[in-house]
């Protein structure tokens, strides 16, 4: 009888721990590291900002990310603390920028993620730069500030027509989020460990770069 007692408070422990660790999404340690290819736009009231793919330290790898949080900003270098949280979930109260988003916005990112690692691959800045805008669109179309080009928009429609509801995407929510809190990105669950070296020479890791005075943009914004 006593046996018996133990094997289920074991087990019901089992279930109640399992739960625990599925509400509880893993935490890492981000820094920006680096800008991409240093592809760059003017974006009305932010002025010159970069665009992605960024490129993240999680944990001391570099990987891949897209930033979908306008309103936010990093420096390069800058270093912080957030949840990462795979997508096939229902929305994350764990996100920052909107904790009420449906979980088809961030699969429409992750489509556009996908998209902007295959432009910076082939050096397409053009695209670069639409991929981002529309990324910066969907999830506040109405503090972008200017209005979207023909191929961004494009990009919108496509994200909307194809988003990648698996959890291949994970986004990333600084654990502050209080004002001036880091932005949101995605990234790749289990980046391969090579994936990294597609951007060749072209990679840029700034060793710093001044934060303009009064800028919110959604990337470090270059020095005057």
Not at 75 to 89: D, F, H, Q, S, V
Not at 110 to 118: D, E, I, K, R
Not at 182 to 191: D, G, K, L
Not at 193 to 204: D, Q, V
Request: charged share 15%; aromatic share 10%; glycine share 8%.
């Amino acid at each position: 009888m006593n046996t018996f007692k133990a094997a289920a408070r074991i087990a019901a422990l089992s279930i109640i721990g399992a739960g625990l660790v599925l509400a509880d999404p893993a935490m890492h340690s981000v820094t920006l590291s680096g800008v991409g290819n240093g592809t760059t736009q003017v974006v009305p009231t932010w002025g010159d900002v970069y665009v992605g793919p960024y490129v993240l330290t999680v944990d001391g790898k570099s990987q891949y990310a897209l930033c979908i949080d306008f309103l936010d900003d990093n420096t390069i270098g800058e270093k912080w603390t957030a949840y990462e949280t795979p997508l096939g979930a229902a929305a994350s109260t764990q996100y920052t920028y909107n904790p009420t988003f449906s979980a088809s916005i961030y699969d429409e990112e992750a489509y556009l993620f996908q998209q902007s690692l295959a432009a910076i691959k082939s050096s397409n800045t053009a695209d670069q730069i639409a991929i981002q805008d529309a990324a910066w669109y969907i999830t506040d179309p109405g503090s972008f500030g200017t209005t979207l080009s023909t191929l961004a928009n494009s990009y919108v429609v496509q994200a909307e027509d194809n988003a990648v509801p698996n959890t291949d995407f994970s986004v990333l929510s600084a654990v502050d989020k209080g004002s001036g809190r880091p932005q949101e990105y995605i990234v790749a669950s289990a980046p391969e460990p090579g994936s990294f070296l597609l951007l060749g020479a072209g990679l840029i890791l700034a060793a710093f770069i001044k934060r303009r005075a009064g800028s919110s943009a959604c990337s470090p914004a270059k020095s005057s």
